[in-house]
């Protein structure tokens, strides 16, 4: 994203992060597409060919791409507190990290629902894709309500083979179980209050602070540590810098998500820029703006926060004031804050494997230079 701030001093990413990151989506991929085909011949074993057009729903959408950071934090984390690859452990770290990347499908395609979106990693929703297909099959009813049904339908479906994955993981390890459970517990509450807050249009700073934590903090980076830590046996004491660790790096990828979504190119954020204005979303951006802004400019915020006809020369109004109150170089301090602590945390932890540290280090690297 290009911090501007002096005392950042982002590091140049390592060469070796983007290799490991290519090379555990590659695995990951075929860790899905070997899922991806059990489930397709189950079903057509079972004669349910209704079966096989939503596994292939769900399946579109975890086939378009995304970033696969969550599961690759499992994996990594997994590797650098010693785990290995070998034996019956090793032949649970790929599912499990797979468990959290359908975790992540299951929450994407009803996050569409609820934020009306049109676009996800720049193709149709699932919603959407199913609103069509309803109006080229020439079905009865309504196409809308169709498309949404099926949507939480195949959101359904990916959330219970994320919890048939963690459970074989987590068998016998009582611990690894409440992990999972807690990390979807809590991004389900953070989704929540992020609804209730954009319904009121205010919040206060601990609410937002909140938000960040459940649905990203520890939802993106630091259960995932922990799944990864808890498999491999780490020390209690390990456990505690990583979670550090990763509750950091997940609040700064979300803040990041947030400055992206306003000031980003829609081939880089996969939908709309200006989508999370139209939809409302009270964020600390919005929260540090009107907070400084004149009345006029608080008048314009309010008028265009949750208008789902913003036009475009209205979303460039909007991030003038965030430019202008400063809201923007606020979000970036916070930023700059999270990647400074995870690095602390880092640093002042031994022991670790070099695969591993090597990924974790790359990725505050990669989220230093991370693009508008």
């Known amino acids: 994203m290009g911090l501007s701030t002096a005392a950042s001093e982002p590091h140049p990413v390592p060469d070796g992060f983007p290799a490991l990151l290519e090379g555990f989506r590659e695995r990951l991929d075929r860790e899905l597409h070997g899922w991806l085909d059990a489930r397709r011949r189950a079903a057509s074993d079972a004669g349910s060919p209704e079966m096989l057009e939503l596994i292939d729903g769900v399946g579109q959408l975890v086939a378009q791409g995304g970033k696969r950071v969550r599961p690759a934090l499992v994996y990594h984390a997994y590797r650098a507190c010693g785990g290995t690859v070998d034996g019956p452990v090793g032949d649970q770290i790929l599912p499990l990290a797979l468990a959290t990347e359908l975790l992540h499908t299951y929450l994407l395609i009803h996050d569409d629902i609820m934020d009306h979106a049109e676009i996800r990693r720049g193709q149709p929703a699932a919603h959407v894709r199913f609103r069509n297909a309803h109006r080229q099959r020439g079905f009865h009813g309504d196409a809308r309500d169709f498309g949404l049904s099926v949507a939480i339908l ?52 601990e609410e937002l602070t909140r938000v960040l934590r459940l649905k990203s903090g520890r939802y993106t980076a630091e259960r995932p540590v922990q799944l990864g830590a808890i498999l491999a046996g780490a020390a209690p004491e390990v456990m505690t810098a990583l979670s550090r660790y990763g509750a950091a790096v997940g609040e700064a990828f979300q803040l990041q998500d947030d400055l992206l979504g306003m000031f980003g190119k829609a ?104 693009e508008l």
């Open 154 to 205: 195949l959101g359904d479906l990916a959330h219970t083979w994320a919890v048939e994955l963690a459970s074989c993981a987590a068998a016998g390890r009582p611990e690894l179980a409440r992990c999972f459970a807690a990390m979807s517990e809590e991004v389900i509450g953070g989704q929540y209050l992020e609804l209730l807050v954009a319904q009121r249009r205010s919040a206060r700073e």
């Open 267 to 370: 081939e880089t954020v996969g939908k709309p820029v200006g989508d999370d204005l139209r939809e409302g979303k009270f964020t600390f951006l919005i929260h540090h703006a009107l907070a400084a802004a004149t009345p006029e400019q608080r008048e314009a915020l309010e008028e265009a926060l949750g208008d789902p006809d913003v036009t475009p020369g209205e979303v460039a109004r909007v991030q003038r004031i965030l430019e202008e109150t400063g809201a923007r170089a606020r979000v970036e301090a916070m930023i700059d804050e999270r990647l400074r602590a995870a690095r602390l945390a880092l640093e002042g932890l031994g022991g670790l494997r070099p695969e591993g540290r090597l990924f974790l280090e790359g990725l505050l690297d990669y989220l230093w230079e991370r």
